[in-house]
Each structure stands twice: as C-alpha cells, then as structure tokens.
C-alpha cells in the first residue's frame, strides 16, 4: 500500500442525485458532496459515501439511501452503489452504522439535513459540516414565496443541533462563513476553548466539468430546431429558485427583444420538486402572456448530458436574482459552467462568486431589479460581442486555476489528512468542564420548538379531518337522530 492510500477512512454523507450519474434532474447538493468525496479520495483516504435522495424526506426516515465505496487514489468514475434499509432509527442510525463497520476517523457532511442526521448519530469520530449557502437564509425566501413563516422554527431546529455537534465547519463564500460565526455564538460556542481555532473555513464553489452526451451529439437541441440558425440565443440553465427573479428576468428579455428580432431565450431546467415550484409557474405565465412568447424556449429539465451542449449553442447567459441576504450568503454555480463554456454573462451582483467575477471583468454585473439596464447590457452584447467573448475566455482560465476542486477544497483535505476534534467540545465531553448554558438552551429550545410546530401541524390536520366529518350529510343525519343538532 502506498503512502497516499494509508490515510484513514472518511464517512461522507451528502444529497444526491450524483454528477457521475448522468441524472435527469442535477442539483447542488449533489455537485458539492460528490466533489468532496472524489477529492478525499483522491487524497489517499478510504471513503465511504451515503448519499440520499434529494427532497426525499429525510427527517421522517423515508429517503431512499445508497453506499458507495470509493477506493484511494479514485478518479472521476462512480461504483455501483448498494441501497440500504432505513430503520425506525432513520437516518442517524444509517450513520452510525456505516462509521462503525467503515472504521471511518472522520466524517464530512453537507446540506442541513445530513448535518442534522450526523449531529444525531453519536459519532465519535470528528466531523466537518459544510453548508452550501445558509439554511435560514433560504428558508426566509420560501417563507416570503409561501406568505408564512411557519417554517422558520422548524429550519433552526434542523441546524442547531448540527452546529452544536460541528467540529469544523465550512461556508461557500466570506459572508456565509460569517453567519455560521454569528450563529455558532448564538449557541455559546465562541468561548475560550475556540479563541483562534478556525471553526469555520471557507470553500467556495469549484467547476465540476460535465461531459456531453456522446450518443446525441450531433444533434442539435436548440439552434437550427427551436430558432433560427443564425439566433441570439440567451441561455439559462439551473433551477427556478426561490431567489431568482422571474418578473426582472422576463421583463428585461422583452425589452430586449422588442429592440432586436433575433434574440431568443432557451431555458434548461424548471420547477425544483420537493422545494419550490412557484418561481417557475410565474415565468410560465409571464411567457404566455408576453407580447414575444414564441422566442421563449422552455426546454425543461434536461439529461446532464445535454446542458454542455445547451450552453454550447449559446450565445450568452443571464443571471438575476432579487436582492436578499439567500444571495449574499449563498453562490452561483451556474456562472462557473457558462463562463466555463465560453459564454459571456450578465448577473445581478449578489453573491461573492458574481461581484468577483464581475470586479476581474470577466461577467458584466447589472443592478437588481433594474430590467432597463438589464436589457440594455444584453443589447451591447448583441452589437459588438467580441469584447463579451474575449471576457468570457479569460474567465474560463481564471475558472480553470482559481476554482479547481483540489484548491477549493484545501481546508478540508489539509483537516482530513489529521482530522481533531473542537478544543471545546472536546472539553465537554471530557467531563472536566460543563457546556455554557447557552449552549444547552440553545439545543433544548430548537428541539422544543420544533415539538410545538410538528403538534400546531397535527391540531390543524386533525381539525380539518374534523371538520369534514361534521360536515358530512350522513353524520350529521346520525347525529340529529342521536338528538345532538348542536352540530
């Protein structure tokens, strides 16, 4: 055995589908956790990858659960993975059954859900969480696009135990790190024990090249079958989420449009199944009752193998979001794969990834909500792309060194290599000193309002089934016979 592969093994748990799958549908938990356990693998280590199913009802034990062994020094191929059998003890108890008979040193999470699940399985092992954008963050824009904020208790109760467990954590950006800061004091782990210990860690997004389908490559997708061969094709690929803002974006292709006949817009992606539909119905609707509906291309989600060859056909990429603090602490990946495929790009300023792009030159970086200026960015392009293209190439190369896996995830390889626990955590569990109260509050609190909406959701169940009882026309007949015509 060589010296790189007797490094210890690392449990890795993370939300699929996986790049290597070639899935119908791709989401970012998948690119962020397969990264991880391919270059921990490649690092020497053993890894062992659970991996469940994105949107799958992880916290109610129903997702399905898959293992994958991937050998030290493993490249980009993925092995056959086996199912696993969720128990009663759901998903913490996966865990700690595969740590166990895996012999992991270390385990790696990401998504708050497999953090939760990890928090829950009484490792004894050291454990990295990383957070691909902030939870809360997100769960305030779902609460805005669902009118409610019903979901906020539940969503802390996710990550506070998570945290508190954590003993290193990682951010996509300088900002989101900064949260987790802010929250970890929250729950009295920025004391003495982990005054200059670097806690949290930045990983900032990295490019995970995505091959195209070779069976279908010569066959068009977009340009010369949906347009005009010689179209001005603006190309969006990704997910409608909660933070894109669909009435900025259409507003700015009309405009646009409206000046130039040849533009065209192709959209590879949609509605984002057990998170948020809503952005992409409003789109839908807003297309069909735009004065230039027949120049907008809903292609829907895509084989992955296709994407490249839709960014390919491409003659730029467009990015607006709505200003909310989900963009400042969350990233873009979508910018890496179009700049990566020699696309120019406009985008909103909003996460660290688009204002440094934007600051090097290598994307044009427009207001939020500003379609004016939006469209008008769009029509320069139009008139005089090679300045754009020539940009868009320089991005690639800086892409290609700044944002490689290897050097994205230093922190985390350099922390695997001699994984240890957090100086206060490891204090605690020592005995010789009791966790601050605020740490104890904390946790207790989450898990008691977690309790309080889980029931609040239980009364208003049963009431509703209720209520439809009493007003059934038999019951009600049984119930006058019974004498009862209060009801």
């Known amino acids: 055995m060589t010296a790189a592969a007797s490094k210890s093994p690392v449990l890795v748990a993370g939300v699929g589908p996986l790049p290597p799958e ?14 991880m356990a391919r270059e921990l693998a490649g690092a020497g280590h053993p890894v062992r990858l659970i991996c469940a199913e994105f949107g799958g009802g992880h916290l109610e034990g129903k997702s399905r659960v898959r293992r994958f062994e991937l050998a030290p020094g493993v490249g980009t191929s993925l092995p056959d993975g086996k199912a696993l059998e969720t128990g009663p003890d ?8 595969e740590a166990e008979s895996s012999g992991a040193a270390a385990a790696v999470g990401s998504t708050d859900v497999m953090n939760h699940a990890l928090a829950l399985a009484e490792l004894k092992v050291p454990i990295w969480m990383d957070y691909f954008g902030d939870p809360m963050a997100e769960r305030q824009l779902l609460a ?9 208790a539940n969503q802390w109760a996710v990550m506070a135990p998570a945290l508190a467990r954590a003993d290193r954590l990682s951010g996509c950006s300088r900002e989101a790190c900064g949260a987790l800061l802010g929250q970890l004091a929250v729950l009295g782990r920025l004391g003495r024990h982990t005054a200059g210990e670097p806690l949290v860690q930045r990983l900032p997004p990295w490019h995970e090249p995505i091959a195209p389908a070779r069976s279908q490559s010569e066959n068009p997708v977009v340009r010369g079958r949906l347009t005009p061969p010689d179209a001005f094709i603006i190309v969006q690929t990704g997910g409608f989420n909660t933070w894109l803002d669909v009435e900025t974006l259409h507003a700015s292709l009309e405009r646009a449009m409206a000046a130039n ?16 539909a809503g952005a992409f119905e409003r789109f839908e609707r807003a297309v069909a009752g735009g004065r230039h509906h027949e120049r907008f291309h809903m292609l829907g989600w895509l084989p992955l193998g296709q994407v490249p060859r839709v ?13 909310c603090a989900e963009g400042i602490l969350g990233t873009r990946n979508r910018l890496l794969d179009w700049l990566a495929g020699g696309l120019p790009v406009v985008s909103t300023p909003g996460c660290e990834l688009a204002r440094k792009l934007g600051e090097r030159g290598h994307l044009q970086l427009e207001p939020h909500a500003d379609a ?9 392009i139009v008139a005089r792309p090679g300045p754009a293209r020539e ?28 994984p240890k626990p957090a100086s206060d955590l490891h204090t605690w569990a020592s005995g010789t000193e009791h966790p601050p109260a605020l740490h104890d509050q904390a946790r207790r609190g989450a898990e008691q309002s977690a309790e309080l909406q889980r029931l609040a959701g239980r009364v208003t169940e049963l009431e509703g089934k209720l209520s439809r009882i009493l007003g059934s026309r038999l019951v009600r007949l049984a119930l006058k016979l019974r004498g009862r015509n209060d009801l």
């Open 22 to 35: 070639y899935p119908e549908r791709l989401f970012a938990p998948g690119l962020r956790i397969w990264g």
């Open 90 to 97: 759901g998903l913490p108890g996966v865990l700690a059954r």
């Open 144 to 152: 805005m696009r669902e009118g409610g904020n019903q979901g906020l």
């Open 261 to 276: 006949p040849d533009i065209h817009f192709a959209a590879g992606g949609g509605a984002i199944p057990g998170h948020h």
């Open 311 to 323: 960014i390919g056909e491409g003659d730029m990429g467009l990015n607006v979001d709505i200003e």
């Open 372 to 380: 004016e200026a939006i469209a008008a960015a769009v029509l320069r």
């Open 391 to 418: 940009a868009a190439k320089q991005g690639a190369r800086y892409i290609e060194e700044a944002h490689a896996p290897a050097r994205c995830l230093a922190p985390l390889l350099e922390w695997a290599a001699d």
